[in-house]
Nanobody, 124 residues
Framework: QVQLAESGGGLAQAGGSLRLSCAASGRTVSRYSMGWFRRTPGKEREFVAA????????YYADSVKGRFTISRDNAKNTVDLQMASLKPEDTAVYYCAADLRLIPGPSPREYVYWGQGTQVTVAS
């Protein structure tokens, strides 16, 4: 069992930056591939980014590629999402999640542990 807690959400201006952090407790996060998802009202959770256990291989949704960067620090049991060049359409609740597979994918159904989410609002 692993517990995930997101932080760092808030209000940003379009073109600005925010950094989200996901802290894990319980089992070490190094056992898992990790992902970030987001959800807006009335929509399914949308894949944002994922990172493999070793922290080298990363994957991004086309909508955030070149603007967001996922990273992890297994020693600190954290996974971060650096968001830059924010757009109003990035407004959502952002969730981190843990995946037991070696290669993480974009389907939320494959992730076994989830945080409670943190709100990100981007003003135009």
């Amino acid at each position: 069992q692993v517990q995930l807690a997101e932080s760092g959400g808030g209000l940003a201006q379009a073109g600005g930056s925010l950094r989200l952090s996901c802290a894990a407790s319980g089992r070490t996060v190094s056992r898992y591939s990790m992902g970030w998802f987001r959800r807006t009202p009335g929509k399914e959770r949308e894949f944002v980014a994922a990172i493999r256990r070793e922290g080298i291989s990363t994957y991004y949704a086309d909508s955030v590629k070149g603007r967001f960067t996922i990273s992890r620090d297994n020693a600190k049991n954290t996974v971060d999402l650096q968001m830059a060049s924010l757009k109003p359409e990035d407004t959502a609740v952002y969730y981190c999640a843990a995946d037991l597979r070696l290669i993480p994918g974009p389907s939320p159904r494959e992730y076994v542990y989830w945080g409670q989410g943190t709100q990100v609002t981007v003003a135009s």
